[in-house]
C-alpha cells in the first residue's frame, strides 16, 4: 500500500520527528511503500501569502495525491494540533478525499497530545476522509525513542504495533471498497 506520514512539526528542538520515522521504519518492514511529508524539509509559505515561493506546493500535493492511506503525526501545541500542520492541511482537501487516515501523536508530558489528536479526527471528517477510530498516543516523546528511531519503552512498542495491525486493516478495507467501486463504475459503462 503506498503510505504518506505528514509530519506536522517544523520546531528546531521537535521531538515528534522520532515518532513519525518510527512509524515509517514499521510500515516499511511489513513491506508496505511509506514516504514522509517532513515540513521542515519540504516547508510551505503561510496559505494565501502573496509573492512568496510555493514550489513545494504542487509536489506535496502529487505526495498526497497518489497516497492510498495516510497517517498525521503532530506534537501537542497549546491543546491542539500544530500551525504548519494546519497550514498543510489549508492548501488540500480534494487530495485528502476518502481517504483513511490514522493519527499519531506526542508530547513532552504524560497527556501524549490527546486534544490534538482529538481535534485532528474531527478535521479528518471536515476533509471528506476517514478518522482510523484507534489513535497512537505517545507520551514523555523526549525518552521513547532512540536516536535511530527505535522505540525505548514498551508501552509505546505495544501501542505502536496495535496501531499499525489497525492503520492497516482499516486502510485495506477502505482501499479495497474503493476499488471495488471503482471496477464497478467502469462495469456499467
Not at 504518506?4 to 518510527?22: C, D, K, M, P
Not at 495516510?70 to 500542520?85: K, Q
Not at 522505540?151 to 485495506?172: G, M, P, Q, R, Y
Amino acid at each position: 500500500m503506498n503510505i504518506t506520514i505528514i509530519l506536522g512539526s517544523v520546531r528546531q528542538e521537535r521531538q515528534s520527528h522520532r515518532l513519525a520515522y518510527f512509524l515509517r521504519n514499521k510500515l516499511n518492514e511489513l513491506g508496505q511503500d511509506t514516504k514522509i511529508v517532513d515540513l521542515t524539509l519540504t516547508p510551505l509559505p503561510i496559505y494565501g501569502q502573496v509573492g512568496t515561493d510555493i514550489s513545494n506546493v504542487e509536489n506535496i500535493g502529487s505526495v498526497i495525491s497518489k497516497a492510498e492511506a495516510l497517517i498525521f503525526v503532530t506534537p501537542e501545541y497549546h491543546g491542539s494540533y500544530s500551525g504548519a500542520l494546519k497550514n498543510l492541511l489549508d492548501y488540500y482537501w480534494r487530495e485528502f478525499h476518502k481517504k483513511p487516515i490514522g493519527v499519531a501523536t506526542a508530547s513532552a508530558g504524560k497527556m501524549a497530545g490527546i486534544n490534538a489528536s482529538t481535534h485532528l479526527q474531527q478535521l479528518i471528517l471536515s476533509l471528506g476522509a476517514y478518522p482510523m477510530p484507534l489513535k497512537l498516543l505517545v507520551p514523555e516523546i523526549q525518552s521513547a525513542f532512540s536516536d535511530d528511531y527505535s522505540s525505548l519503552n514498551s508501552s509505546v512498542t505495544k501501542d505502536a504495533k496495535k496501531f499499525i495491525d489497525e492503520f492497516l486493516w482499516f486502510s485495506e478495507a477502505i482501499v479495497t471498497k474503493k476499488e471495488a467501486t471503482l471496477l464497478l463504475e467502469k462495469t456499467k459503462k
